[in-house]
C-alpha cells in the first residue's frame, strides 16, 4: 500500500545526493554544450544499462551456485 505522508526533508536530502551524484557523473562524460534535458535523458538509458547489468550479474551468480556456467554452454 502507498504511504501518502509527505516526505520529510531528510529523505529528500537522501535523495537528492544519490540523484546528483547519478547526475554529476553523466553530465562530466557529456559534450560541453549539453542541456540539462540531454544529460536526463541519457542518465535514464544508463540507468536501465545499469539496471540490466545488475539483473545479468545476479543471474550468472545464481547460475554459477548451481554450478552452471556460461563458458560451459559454449562448448
Do not use: C
Not at 553530465?27 to 549539453?34: A, E, L, T
Amino acid at each position: 500500500m502507498l504511504d501518502n505522508k509527505p516526505l520529510t526533508p531528510e529523505e529528500m536530502e537522501e535523495a537528492s545526493e544519490v540523484f546528483f551524484k547519478s547526475f554529476e557523473i553523466i553530465q562530466m562524460k557529456m559534450p560541453v554544450d549539453s542541456t540539462t534535458e540531454d544529460v536526463l535523458k541519457v542518465m535514464e538509458y544508463v540507468a536501465k544499462l545499469a539496471t540490466k547489468a545488475r539483473s545479468d550479474k545476479e543471474r550468472d551468480k545464481l547460475t554459477a551456485s548451481f554450478g552452471f556456467s556460461k563458458a560451459n554452454d559454449n562448448q
